[in-house]
């Protein structure tokens, strides 16, 4: 094997090394309180979600650290901070509007053309350029920013194969499946601090998992169900509309 050749593979297992981290971080981030012990400072503390907002844009700016090394081309990056900023002008349109979010229509088709990382870096810079220009920042944005990153990563690993029509149901089932799952993972990252103690929906530090995912089920229900809703029907009729133009635009830059 030449010395390149153990050079880009070198590259490649790091690479993979990275994304598996940041991937662990994510699952842990969100889920951490669902096998946290009763004895634990975090089980009755409100740190927990501030501690892991400032872990979390180390990740991101792992991630970032990576994929410069690895390098993107000069019409990709521009390709980038032009979806970044009309996710930026998009997301404010939806304001008031429960579940109105027109932002994750792009990083959903920006992930789909560029590719997974593209979607994850997406997504992220996105919501922290619409947080930085509405006053969203707080120590909910990096739970925001990494969730919206799965979505555009998740958009980018769907089958290549599909094309015309198929794609489009494809990407229109994903972004009504991703509407749930994004609320999900918000509610998931605070609910252990929403409530008390002492309702059916609240969280009990070392209690079964099971019991637990049902009190969950039952407050994410009650709480951001319309939000959820709204959001996969706004992505649904969208990705149904745009996808098709928005897609061949995207991929005539790709030449």
């Known amino acids: 094997m030449s010395a390149s050749a153990r050079e880009e593979r070198g590259l490649r297992t790091g690479s993979l090394l990275v994304w598996a981290l940041v991937g662990l971080i994510g699952v842990v981030a969100f889920t951490w309180p669902l096998f946290v012990a009763p004895s634990s400072a975090l089980s009755t503390s ?7 907002a400032a872990v979390l844009p180390l990740v991101l700016a792992l991630v970032l650290s990576e994929v410069s090394r690895e390098g993107m081309s000069p019409r990709t990056l521009a390709m980038l901070g032009l979806l970044s900023a009309f996710g930026c002008i998009a997301r404010p349109l939806g304001a008031g509007v429960a579940g109105l979010e027109l932002t994750f229509v792009l990083v959903i088709l920006g992930g789909r053309v560029f590719g997974p990382r593209f979607g994850f870096l997406l997504g992220n810079l996105t919501l922290l350029a619409s947080a930085l220009v509405t006053g969203g920042v707080g120590p909910w944005l990096p739970y925001q920013m990494l969730a919206s990153g799965a979505v555009g990563a998740g958009a980018g690993l769907l089958p290549r194969a599909l094309s ?29 601090f929403t409530l008390g103690v002492d309702t059916s929906a609240s969280f009990v530090a070392g209690a079964p998992l099971l019991e637990n995912l049902h009190r969950f089920v039952i407050f994410n229900a009650l709480t951001s169900m319309g939000w959820n809703l709204g959001r996969a029907i706004s992505n649904v009729v969208a990705l149904a509309l745009l996808a098709a133009p928005v897609l061949r635009i995207l991929r005539r830059t790709q030449r």
Request: with cysteine.
């Open 46 to 52: 409100s740190q927990g979600p501030f501690l892991f």
């Open 164 to 192: 015309g029509r198929a794609e489009v149901a494809s990407l229109c089932g994903f972004g009504a499946v991703s509407a749930f799952a994004y609320g999900w993972l918000m509610d998931l990252a605070f609910w252990p």
